[in-house]
């Protein structure tokens, strides 16, 4: 899970498995000694923001205020004693993306804005149905990434725990460690069990990889975006200003893989593909419409397909359904993840926080993707053996004509640039 700049989060229960540096939150000592005295204060602060502003006016269906009474009639001794009876309150809502990080988990899930993490590198969240915790996608290049650990994989058991009604906070403090040391993963593949005995590694992220590509469909610009970082935008706009001035005839944008990240990292990208149109509009519970538009900058205007898979959630369908609906790109590969809510995460005044769900994301034609995803326009599905085999054993074939979806890709895109040879190429 990641925070964007204005504490807004996609991909609602995503949380990178790893040990994160804390970025400024502005939690005074004041505050802390404040609430260390009066944990019932905290239970309290936790009420008010979800009735303030919880994405469902019930509350689903839930006697909200009941529940205050409820936990503000009991005697608080210490704040372990108010964590639980928020934790409590909060699994009312049936909701498991909504919930509360003590101070340690909190520190654990904050973005490190150095692009480092120390961990395994996947990130997971809880099915809403089964209550399951599930792989989202594992970070390209990672521990986890090169073990085989793939997109959609059950977490069955975590060191030999089980983690049947355990939650994502709980999960990350069993997975994440020290660099060099060992955690097992019993992980549920098409009704088959595989562990994974995963060591835990100190991880340099690099959001953007791009090249040329010599293809059928002529000098083609690949870019492979991993995740929506702080530093992603950057990165892209570096890659389309560098394989412009090479005279690339088209583009191949691979979010295949990509869990998503941060909300403004998917607007910034998307307008340097877009000259106009909209992006993406949020809806709360009182069904406002917030939107965010291209504002003209677009860096290119070439023929432009990108590709995406099971493992491409949240930032990623935002991206991806405004390219397609705004008919910027064809999109191909697999049916996406399918995460469309947004959540507002909130440092609270003894160092713990939390996660609310506050609104839901539309593509710009108005579709809601939460739990189906985006369908691509070209269908080309991968096995899991397939994909393994591209991904782990076999990646010097990826984004080349030995990969599938790559290949139909580039079939699109020599159809497309046929009828574009007299086109100027545009100016940056």
């Known amino acids: 899970m990641v925070i964007t700049k204005s504490k807004l989060v996609l991909g609602a229960t995503v949380v990178t498995l790893s040990t994160i540096a804390v970025t400024s939150l502005g939690i005074h000592s004041r505050g802390q000694a404040l609430f260390k005295e009066s944990p019932k204060a905290l239970v309290d602060d936790v009420w008010q923001i979800i009735y303030r502003t919880y994405v469902d006016g019930t509350f689903n269906q839930v006697d909200w205020q009941a529940v205050r009474q409820q936990y503000l009639s009991k005697s608080y001794t210490n704040q372990q004693e108010a964590y639980k009876s928020i934790r409590e309150m909060l699994k009312k809502l049936e909701d498991p993306y909504t919930r509360f990080m003590d101070p340690e988990e909190f520190k654990n899930m904050q973005v490190d804005t ?4 120390t961990g395994i590198g996947i990130t997971i969240s809880q099915d809403e149905k089964t209550k399951q915790l599930v792989v989202i996608a594992p970070i390209e290049d990672t521990p986890a990434f090169k073990a085989g650990v793939l997109s959609k994989d059950v977490i069955l058991k975590i060191n030999g725990k089980s983690t049947q009604g355990m939650d994502t906070n709980q999960a990350v403090s069993l997975i994440r460690g ?9 992980i549920q593949r098409n009704g088959q069990t595989k562990q994974f005995d995963i060591k835990r590694a100190r991880i340099e992220i690099h959001p953007v990889k791009y090249s040329q590509k010599q293809t059928p469909a002529g000098n083609i610009g690949y870019i492979r975006l991993n995740q929506f970082s702080a530093n992603a935008g950057k990165e892209m706009q570096n890659a389309i200003k560098d394989l412009e001035t090479k005279q690339v005839s088209a583009y191949i944008l691979d979010l295949r893989g990509n869990p998503g990240g941060l909300l403004f990292s998917s607007v910034e990208i998307a307008r340097m593909w877009l000259n106009k149109g909209t992006i993406v509009s949020t809806i709360d519970r009182q069904g406002e419409q917030e939107r965010e538009e291209a ?3 677009a860096l ?3 023929p432009l397909v990108v590709l995406v898979d099971k493992g491409s959630a949240s930032a990623s369908e935002i991206l991806s359904g405004a390219l397609q609906d705004n008919k910027r790109a064809t ?3 697999s049916q996406t993840f399918g995460k469309g809510l947004v959540q507002s995460v909130r440092p609270l005044e003894d160092g713990s926080g939390l996660a609310v769900t506050i609104a839901k994301y539309h593509t710009p034609s108005g579709k809601d993707i939460n739990k189906h995803g985006v369908d691509p326009d070209v269908k080309v599905d991968l096995t899991d053996a397939q994909r393994q085999d591209l ?7 990826l984004g080349t004509l030995a990969d599938p979806q790559f290949a139909r890709a580039v079939e699109i895109l020599r159809n497309k640039t046929a009828v574009r040879e007299t086109a100027t190429p545009q100016k940056n």
Request: net charge neutral; glycine share 14%; charged share 30%.
């Open 114 to 117: 150095s692009g480092e993490l």
């Open 178 to 186: 020290e660099a060099g040391t060992q955690v097992s993963l019993l």
């Open 295 to 297: 504002n003209g900058r």
């Open 300 to 302: 290119t205007n070439r």
């Open 331 to 333: 999109l191909v590969g």
């Open 391 to 397: 991904w782990l054993h076999e990646r010097e074939k």
